[in-house]
């Protein structure tokens, strides 16, 4: 049997370790740089505990060392301003979903999407957002997403401080 269950903040570490292999798979190559490793365990130990959360976790441990993660999905709650397709303003956003190398084609990953996509459900959250990679767009299409129209477009800023 799977064990699904919410991340706490004492699962910060692994997912943060399967959020480097995410993005090694998807740059191709190993960071170079760590700091990030620690800000992002950092910014997990502290949002998965807030009272109201606004970033929700769902991770399936590995059978054989259940310290470890074998998979996960973590996403945030965003409030916009409402508009016609979603008077709320609430917006989910799904990201870092992932899985170990050595526990991959098992449905793990999508049985974590479907936990956080529950989640924001019961949280009455009915527009979810997410960025596909190519292989993994078919999963995401069985679940229920679809391509949009807006180009998404990215600006990086020096920071001043």
């Known amino acids: 049997m799977i064990n699904i269950r919410r991340a706490t903040a004492a699962d910060a ?22 700091e990030w490793r620690q800000r992002a365990r ?7 505990i807030a009272p109201e ?6 991770v ?10 074998a998979a996960c999905a973590v996403g945030t709650v965003e409030e916009r301003l409402g508009g ?3 008077p709320s303003g609430l917006t989910g956003y799904v ?19 479907t936990a956080l996509l529950d989640w924001y459900r019961d949280h009455g959250i009915a ?3 997410l960025r596909a990679t190519a292989p993994a767009e078919p999963l995401y299409r069985s ?19």
């Not at 993005?23 to 190559?29: C, D, F, R, V, W």
């Not at 950092?42 to 998965?48: F, Q």
């Not at 959360?53 to 769902?58: I, R």
């Not at 449905?107 to 974590?112: A, F, I, P, Q, V």
């Open 13 to 34: 570490a692994e997912l943060v370790r399967l959020r480097g292999i995410l993005i090694a798979a998807m740059q191709g190559h190993q960071s170079e740089n760590d």
């Open 42 to 48: 950092m910014t997990l130990e502290k949002r998965l």
């Open 53 to 58: 959360p606004t970033l929700v976790a769902f």
């Open 60 to 69: 399936v441990e590995q059978p054989d060392a259940p310290s470890r993660l």
């Open 84 to 86: 016609p397709g979603n």
């Open 95 to 113: 990201f870092n979903v992932a899985t170990d190398p050595a526990h991959r084609r098992r449905g793990y990953s999508r049985l974590c999407t």
């Open 127 to 129: 527009t979810v957002d």
């Open 143 to 161: 679940l229920g997403f679809v391509r949009t129209t807006d180009p998404a477009m990215r600006l990086h800023i020096t920071a001043t401080i």
